[in-house]
């Protein structure tokens, strides 16, 4: 991975680890500790990626992120597409088709009420952390299915408190205002 990032981005690593190998020990040593948990392959993997989307040197956040996402199995979708998916299935959702079961775990987990009653720049954050915790679960090599046994417990339908309804209210003109 280094003599990947010495080629690619000769100067600005140059620059990042001096002519000396003392702070190049020192950096191997520190993402050879945080990246560990990943194979060489996928580091490498991870490290090619960057090369090829990035014009400057990574950091080892961004590394760690980039080999995260190098593990996670093909066709899993990024935050925000599973977020629209989870939005636009109908409900039952349980009995919908998922593109990875973590999609609906993360809906499920995350509120389908507020999903469908939250604007995307509140609801989105939230089905983002969810979804993260199951990704970095399933690079950790834990396997997830929906159950189907599982079922959704439907409210009963009711007409709302005065209160609720007018708190409500001033919610939606503060966002419309």
Known sequence: MFALFQVNYHNQYYSAFGDTTK??????????????????????????????ES????????MLNACRAQSLPAGLSNARTAYLEACRKPAPKIDQKW???IVYLAGRDTGWHLLANEIESKALPAF?????????????????VIDKI??????????????FSQKEIKKLKKLLS
């Open 150 to 163: 599982e079922t959704e417990t439907l409210l009963e339908e009711r007409p709302s408190s005065k209160d």
């Open 128 to 144: 983002s952390d969810v979804f993260q915790r199951y990704c970095n679960r399933l690079v950790d090599g834990e396997k997830f």
């Open 55 to 62: 014009d400057y040197l990574p950091t080892l956040h961004k």
């Open 99 to 101: 593109s990875h079961p």
């Open 23 to 52: 702070s190049e020990n020192l950096a191997k040593n520190l993402w050879c500790k945080k990246l560990n948990s990943f194979s060489p392959t996928v580091i490498c993997g991870a490290a090619e990626r960057v090369i090829a």
